[in-house]
């Protein structure tokens, strides 16, 4: 029988697209990627979604892999089978490009380079395939007897370069400071990094890493000469240091630091789906995990959800007298909303943000005469400039809520002044680039 021969082109066609095709799994529903996600929330989250479609219980057990669970359920009367396998940020978005998850949890942004491979299939900066599932702050951990409190984000840096070796340097004991990081597949330790050790500081090859959280913090809750860092849900028996980012006062991780991202090292948890070929059951899962009820869970897990709460909050001795009097009567909305692009583009969570604004005044029967938008700019090279860039931030945010019928609103600029970060650097800047919601006390 004669052979036939495809064209190389046909071939590479064909290759192509079973590379992308889903690989055959047990799985009706696979969720890859971040331990900080993958070790409790991502299952609670499963769980209250599966919970809530059947009337079985919902089963969890190990499939005999290391960080992975499967959940059995129902949805709609069929029985569903969820794997969370959580191994890092960087194996969630591989299984994801080749077809074998639905779902990629990340403890970060998208990179480019995945951006671009996934090119042509999916957009994952969109707002139908990038979700801010939670928020989360990295915590510095150090045992409980160690008397330091505060750190700044360059102190920090210079500490896991090793340039700084005992803690008597930092106004600790004479110890030497044992290191402890998560592993190089993992999200947190890309986001630690970023933001503290840059381009300037290698991590020192003394660090211990890790590929979770939890057991990186139980063994710096036994050892005082440690410092190490993990996600706010696995501070477990560590003692958390407050940071300092530049000229802005140090803060620790809380409801509102975190939740408003004035926190430096206050970092976004991401659920990425492949746009139009997201499966029916991964874009039901994403609805509900965006949703009030999935938000509830967030908080539950130990992490920050996205749903608004109004707070008094401590404001720092530096805060000028004019904010204070501004806001006396007001108490803060844990929600900071920010931009993308330009200086008024608003980004896909601030977008989601906007309805769960609308909903809390709504539910909680308040109006639009209660709300005050405080609007801030990045440093600039004069106020006047400043100024007209946080009063325009205010202002889109204002027209933005409008459009979803909370009427005018009142609002304000602060120009460049009360920074949350440095001043200059991507990071910083995208921090003090923000409007503040205040709601008037009752």
Do not use: C
Not at 140 to 168: K, Y
């Amino acid at each position: 029988m004669k052979q036939r021969h495809f064209p190389m082109a046909l071939r590479s066609a064909f290759l192509a697209l079973a590379l992308w095709m889903p690989l055959a799994h047990a799985e009706d529903l696979a969720i890859h990627g971040s331990n900080t996600i993958g070790a409790t929330l991502a299952p609670m989250l499963v769980e209250g979604f599966l919970d809530r479609q059947g009337n079985d219980p919902v089963t969890t057990r190990s499939n005999g892999q290391e960080n992975e669970k499967v959940l059995t359920g129902q949805q709609s009367g069929t029985r569903v089978r969820a794997l969370v396998a959580a191994h890092g940020s960087s194996t969630g978005f591989k299984a994801l490009n080749n077809g074998t998850a639905n779902i990629w949890a990340s403890s970060r942004p998208a990179k480019p380079g995945e951006v671009s491979q996934m090119a042509g299939r999916a957009n994952l900066n969109d707002l139908d395939s990038e979700h801010v599932i939670a928020i989360d702050g990295l915590a510095v951990l150090v045992h409980p007897s160690n008397p330091v409190d505060q750190l700044s984000i360059e102190t920090l840096g210079r500490i896991f370069a090793g340039q700084i070796r005992n803690w008597s340097e930092v106004g600790g004991d004479n110890q030497t400071i044992h290191l402890y990081a998560r592993d190089d597949r993992s999200g947190t330790w890309d986001t630690f990094k970023s933001l503290v050790l840059g381009k300037a500081y290698p991590l020192a090859p003394s660090a211990k890493r890790y590929e979770s959280n939890d057991q990186l913090s139980d063994d710096v809750s036994q050892d005082p000469s440690g410092i190490g860092f993990a996600g706010l849900a696995s501070v477990r028996n560590s003692k958390v240091l407050a940071i300092s980012d530049g000229d802005a006062p140090a803060l620790k991780p809380n409801q509102l630091t975190v939740a408003s991202e004035d926190y430096p090292l206050a970092r976004r948890l991401f659920m990425y789906t492949p746009g139009n070929a997201t499966t029916p059951l991964a874009a039901s899962f994403i609805d509900f995990v965006l949703g009030e009820e999935g938000q509830a869970i967030v908080s539950r897990s130990g992490f920050i959800s996205q749903n608004p709460i109004a707070v008094k909050p401590e404001l720092d001795h530096s805060t000028p007298q004019t904010f204070r009097r501004l806001t006396e009567n007001y108490r803060r909305l844990t929600v900071n909303f920010r931009f993308s692009e330009g200086r008024t583009r608003l980004d896909n969570k601030a977008r989601r943000d906007l309805h769960r604004v609308s909903d809390f005044m709504s539910s909680n029967d308040r109006t639009a005469d209660d709300l005050m938008l405080i609007g801030f700019a990045d440093q600039q090279s004069n106020e006047l400039r400043a100024q007209m860039i946080s009063e325009l931030r205010a202002l889109s945010v204002r027209k933005a809520l409008s459009d979803l019928g909370m009427g005018d609103i009142a609002y304000t600029g602060y120009g460049h002044y009360m920074p949350v970060g440095m001043a200059g650097g991507d990071s910083g800047q995208q921090r003090n680039g923000r409007v503040e919601v205040w709601i008037r006390s009752r």
